[in-house]
């Protein structure tokens, strides 16, 4: 079955997941994210390593598909400046750090926290349409925020899709998942199972054990 045949599921949230949202977006303004195709569009003139991570990266993997709050990617920090201009005129880039906003441009050029996020909008009563949490680089390779020392090439963390779009690798996106601990991260989890090799779920699960000793997956893992 491919994933044109397949029917996306509905997100389904308690009543206190949903206040949260609404408290959300009345403080910060609606979503309309760019799928990651139209991601690829915009970005085509970016020369420098980006990749889709989150519920899109799990999506891209499986072929489980649901619905998806936002579109994430991210980049290496120290590509912020040169994803900024390539976006200059078409749409305005956020640093967010902690819920604090400001516009990179002409005056903040980059960003101070490495590990902080961008959003995008196209003006000040558009919708947002992407998020980036950024990944601090160490000389130019990715380097992962939860696990120290885990220092790699970004195309040895990362897989390419037939259309060209790059992807972070299931077993790391579910590292990710695994702490925040959300009702949707399940069925990812349980998507991906599946098609992990031995290799895969090994380092999944001594990873599990080291950053976050007695979770669920690691007994299913």
Same mark, same amino acid.
């Given at each position: 079955m491919t994933g044109d045949q397949l029917i996306r599921v509905q997100l389904s949230r308690t009543a206190e997941e949903q206040a949260e949202e609404d408290r959300f977006f009345?403080?910060?303004g609606p979503w309309a994210p760019l799928s990651p195709a139209e991601v690829l569009a915009e970005l085509a003139d970016f020369g420098r390593p980006w990749w889709v991570?989150?519920?899109w990266a799990i999506e891209a993997a499986t072929g489980y598909r649901r619905e998806h709050d936002d579109t994430d990617i991210s980049?290496?920090?120290?590509?912020?400046?040169e994803f900024v201009r390539v976006l200059s005129g078409r749409w305005h880039v956020w640093s967010n750090v902690g819920g604090v906003l400001r516009p990179l441009?002409?005056?903040w050029t980059t960003?101070?926290?490495p590990r902080s996020q961008l959003w995008l909008r196209a003006n000040a009563t558009a919708p947002w349409v992407l998020d980036v949490p950024l990944t601090p680089d160490n000389d130019g390779q990715w380097t992962n925020k939860l696990v120290p020392g885990h220092v @790699? %090439?970004?195309a040895d963390v990362t897989w390419v899709d037939?259309?060209?779009i790059r992807y972070l690798r299931p077993e790391i996106v579910l590292v990710y998942k695994a702490r925040l601990a959300r009702p949707k991260d399940d069925p990812d989890f349980e998507a991906a199972l599946p098609l992990l090799d031995a290799g895969q779920r090994s380092w999944l699960r001594d990873v599990l054990s080291d950053i976050l000793p007695g979770h669920?997956?690691? @007994? %299913?893992l």
């Open positions: 009345a403080v910060y991570v989150g519920g980049i290496l920090a120290c590509d912020v400046p441009g002409d005056k960003v101070d926290e @790699a %090439r970004v037939q259309a060209g669920a997956w690691i @007994a %299913r």
